[in-house]
Each structure stands twice: as structure tokens, then as C-alpha cells.
């Protein structure tokens, strides 16, 4: 059972509707369990999942999906394959421990940000989607404009 609450917005998810995360709510109980989701996301003791705790967490697992994917991929991206939904996981499940995760939790969280780095650096191409070429790639040099009395104009 959830109850509603605040929703806190995370600075980079402008760049997914908040209809379209890469996990719910529900998938998310499916995976660590009803019992677990309500012992981390339950912040005012009354043995209810806090809704706002749940969604600031996908929140800014998505925000931190899309970081990594922005330039790479075109967002939002439709039907997002099982891995980043993995990785969603792993980021929300860390993020629901404000006080410290432990160890194993940590680890799943740096694997999740080294797989998230290795699809923006192009070595893992998620389930045969061709990254975009409209936008500019991670490294790619663009012309910067210092002062446009040097420049000859």
C-alpha cells in the first residue's frame, strides 16, 4: 500500500514526461519486495510506503539515466530496454537509503553508474538502438566564442 506525498523534482528530469520512467513504483515493489519498499520509503513510522519518497527516487535515477544518455540517444526513449531498467533499479534502491546503504547496495550503485558511462561512451549499444547523430557526441569539440574582437568581426 502507498500513500500520496510531496513530490520532489530533480534538476535534470525535465527530460523525461513523468509518466514514462524507466520503473514504477509497482515494478520496483515486484523486485525487492512489497515489505522491503515499505521499510525504506516509509519516512513518517506509520508503516506505510511514503509515495513522495518512491517517486523522488525514480525521479532522480531517471535524471541520472538521462544524463548519461543525453547526446547519445534520443530522449525520451520509448519501451526502454531491461537494462536500463536494471540500472533504474539499482539507483533507486540506493537512493532510498539516506542514511547509508549498505555495501552490497553501494557496489550494485557504482556497477549501475560504470554500465550508464560505457553506454555514453558508446561500448554498450542498448538492445540495437542506433544512437543519434542530430546531437552532439560526448568529446565532441564545438566552436566557443570568446571575444568577438578577436575573432575579426
Known amino acids: 500500500m502507498i500513500r500520496s506525498g510531496s513530490f520532489l523534482l530533480n534538476p535534470i528530469s525535465w527530460l523525461r514526461k513523468p509518466d514514462m520512467p524507466y ?4 515494478d520496483l515493489g515486484n523486485r525487492i519486495g512489497a515489505d522491503q519498499l515499505t ?8 508503516g506505510v510506503a511514503d509515495t513522495g519518497v518512491i517517486e523522488a527516487a525514480i525521479a532522480e535515477a531517471d535524471g ?10 534520443e530522449l ?4 526502454p530496454p531491461a537494462l536500463l531498467t536494471s540500472i533504474a533499479c539499482d539507483l533507486i534502491l540506493y537512493a532510498l537509503h539516506p542514511w547509508g546503504a549498505p555495501e552490497e547496495v553501494r557496489n550494485r550503485r557504482n556497477d ?3 554500465m550508464l558511462q560505457s553506454i555514453a561512451d558508446g561500448k554498450v549499444v542498448l538492445d540495437g538502438r542506433i544512437p543519434s547523430d542530430d546531437e552532439p557526441q560526448w568529446g565532441d569539440a564545438l566552436p566557443v566564442m570568446t ?3 578577436r575573432m575579426g568581426f
Open 112 to 114: 549501475a553508474i560504470k
Open 23 to 26: 520503473v514504477s513504483a509497482t
Open 76 to 79: 525520451p526513449l520509448s519501451n
Open 39 to 46: 521499510r525504506l520509503a516509509d519516512r513518517d513510522g506509520d
Open 147 to 149: 571575444d568577438p574582437r
Open 64 to 73: 541520472v539515466i538521462d544524463g548519461y544518455l543525453t547526446g547519445r540517444y
